[in-house]
């Protein structure tokens, strides 16, 4: 299985910028997709962003235009570049691998936005 460990979560003003950083263990293939999601306390955990290979990318609308995902060439690492942060966006944020049926989960990173 597929081990998944993030970093990069913190505090930080509305406005302000964090970049998320998912490294996974090896054996990641290059038609895997990796991805962020986010779970605010009592909901449920919900989509951010998905990369398939390195190119095909997904957004949630919420954060379209406000937030970047990108993958390195080897496949194993995700960035998640978030900039414009809303209160709104106060989380624990979740990295995510699936590969046909085989899924991992990171163990989330939290991210708070003061206003």
């Known amino acids: 299985q597929v081990q998944l460990e993030e970093s990069g979560g913190g505090l930080v003003q509305a406005g302000g910028s964090l970049k998320l950083t998912c490294s996974a263990s090896?054996?990641?293939?290059?038609?895997?997709?990796m991805g962020w999601y986010l779970q605010a306390p009592g909901k449920q955990r919900e989509l951010v962003a998905t990369?398939?290979?390195?190119?095909?990318?997904n957004y949630a609308d919420s954060v379209k235009g406000r937030f970047t995902i990108s993958r390195t060439t080897n496949w194993r690492t995700i960035f998640l570049q978030m900039n414009s942060l809303k209160p709104e966006d106060t989380a624990v944020y979740y990295c995510?691998?699936?590969?046909?049926?085989?899924?991992?989960w990171g163990q989330g990173t939290q991210v708070t936005v003061s206003s």
């Open positions: 090896e054996g990641v293939s290059s038609l895997s997709t």
């Open positions: 990369v398939t290979g390195n190119t095909t990318k």
């Open positions: 995510n691998y699936r590969l046909l049926t085989a899924e991992s």
